[in-house]
């Protein structure tokens, strides 16, 4: 009882600081954001056994020219391109190889790619029209959430057959299928009560989060099921690290922007 009273005050406290940047201001969430991103860095390095400096250094540029100065249009479509390329290889990884080699020759590009350019890319979402709209972001966010709280209720409750076992135990065929489920419900209810894009977008969003949210989240237990640990760190009381909190959120949001980008294009 205590545990879960520690992990809601922990969740409640978290999702208010987030909510209130979004709805600050573009720097003030694109700073939080940048926080958010390199303790994230912090934890990453640590479960993958690299201290480079140089990281930290990297990650300050490439915030400051993508997120702050959004310089070139063509750099940005470029570093997504590639960013969802190694994305993409990570979940073949995932899916076929039983030890991502990781931990011997691909730290750097795992780390550029998958952790910081990823969250960058989440600090572009609510600009891609050319105007910050504060309620694009909290929607993807409320679809995350949906998506992870019906997931855990769900498989916890009627999750007989397992996603993945040997990356996550608990994971369950069920509880996938009710996060999906609900995130698209939670589409809908975006969409009506925002006036904002049509509810087909909206629903593809929420089938995006779903489905790439939950494989950011077995990647990253793979990461921590090879470096021998339960969580990435201890920030955040009964949920783990940042990284626990935000890796669903943080591997979705290159397909994300993506599909927003294409969809503009097309427009």
């Not at 590009?109 to 979402?125: D, P």
């Not at 916890?156 to 609900?182: A, D, H, M």
Request: charged share 15%; proline share 2%; aromatic share 16%.
């Amino acid at each position: 009882m205590r545990e879960t009273i520690i992990r809601a005050v922990s969740g409640l406290l978290y999702t208010s600081i987030l909510v209130a940047s979004i709805l600050s201001s573009e720097l003030i969430f694109i700073l939080l954001f940048y926080i958010l991103s390199l303790v994230c860095l912090i934890e990453m390095q640590k479960l993958l056994r690299l201290k480079s400096y140089a990281l930290y250094f990297l990650q300050a540029i490439l915030f400051y020219l993508f997120s702050f100065l959004k310089f070139n249009q063509d750099a940005t479509v470029l570093l997504l391109f590639i960013t969802i390329f190694v994305n993409l290889f990570l979940v073949k990884d995932l899916l076929v190889v039983k030890k991502i080699p990781v931990f011997e020759k691909k730290k750097y590009i795992i780390i550029i790619f998958y952790l910081i350019s990823s969250t960058i890319f989440l600090t572009l979402i609510p600009t891609i029209e050319g105007v910050f709209i504060p309620k694009l972001v909290i929607g993807i966010f409320l679809l995350i959430w949906t998506n992870d709280t019906f997931a855990f209720l769900i498989g916890k409750n009627f999750g007989k057959r397992k996603l993945y076992e040997k990356i996550s135990p608990n994971k369950t065929i069920e509880g996938f299928l009710g996060g999906l489920v609900f995130s698209c419900i939670m589409s809908y209810i975006i969409w009506y009560y925002s006036n904002f894009l049509t509810v087909v977008i909206w629903l593809g969003m929420a089938i995006i989060l779903s489905i790439f949210g939950t494989l950011g989240d077995l990647i990253q237990s793979k990461f921590k099921r090879q470096a021998g640990v339960k969580d990435s760190g201890k920030l955040m009381p009964g949920h783990g690290g940042l990284f626990d909190r935000l890796d669903s959120i943080i591997f979705a949001s290159p397909f994300i922007y993506a599909y927003l980008y294409i969809l503009n294009y097309v427009s």
